[in-house]
């Protein structure tokens, strides 16, 4: 039982690049979240999933994307990336939001 | 939507004293409460989680928290700390389907 997976764990990318963040949960949950840590700022939402097939959008969802691909995966993409994205992604999953399962993160730096 | 406050950015303490970490909430009818531990290079993992029932929840490692409704408070606390105790730990609060996280508590416990 993995838990949450998130690939890759470091990535690094020029600004305007492209990159597709991935998360998969073999824990059967419904919600899935994507969160962004930033030192000084604790962890602000990007999106998040409640169910399979819809998203929202959470505090901070500008530059970003999402794909809910199947119940277990939830992808976040970045179109064009830029220095102020740089970051540690954390990806989340949930049966309800009572308690969240949070990924290892990947920590992502634009230059 | 809920927020929280979490008073302190940094709590440095002596081995094997007593520490409370301060987290306010914002008023609600009702209000689901969370402190998460974060390791140095690791995801967050759930310390407790106060739903509803006894004011005073106990958690992992020690950690206990009382929820306080006249004072919109849940602070943790831990009589003894130990020095693997050094870590930032958050307090978040349910807002619809997704948790709103304080800016952490960075916790150092030196000898």
């Known amino acids: 039982n993995a838990g949450v997976t998130q690939t890759p764990k470091f990535q690094v990318l020029k600004t305007g690049q492209s990159m597709t963040l991935q998360c998969a949960q073999d824990?059967?949950?419904?919600?899935m979240y994507w969160y962004r840590q930033d030192p000084g700022m604790g962890l602000r939402l990007i999106y998040y999933s409640a169910s399979e097939g819809t998203t929202d959008k959470g505090e901070v969802p500008n530059g970003y994307n999402v794909s809910r691909l199947n119940k277990r995966e939830f992808s976040l993409r970045l179109e064009s990336a830029a220095p102020s994205q740089t970051s540690v992604y954390f990806c989340?999953?949930?049966?309800?939001?009572?308690?969240?399962?949070f990924g290892p993160g990947t920590r992502l730096t634009v230059t | 939507a809920q927020s929280v406050t979490q008073l302190d950015s940094q709590v440095p303490v002596f081995e094997e004293a007593p520490v409370e970490l301060r987290c306010n909430y914002s008023s609600s009818v009702s209000v689901y409460l969370f402190w998460y531990v974060q390791y140095p290079n690791q995801g967050l993992q759930l310390l407790l989680k106060y739903l509803s029932g006894s004011t005073l929840v106990k958690g992992i490692n020690g950690f206990e928290a009382e929820f306080n409704k006249s004072q919109t408070s849940f602070h943790l606390r831990k009589p003894s700390v130990h020095i693997s105790d050094t870590a930032e730990y958050f307090c978040a609060v349910r807002s619809g389907y997704a948790l709103n996280f304080g800016k952490g508590t960075s916790l150092l416990v030196t000898p």
């Open positions: 824990m059967n949950h419904n919600s």
């Open positions: 989340a999953s949930s049966y309800r939001a009572h308690e969240q399962y």
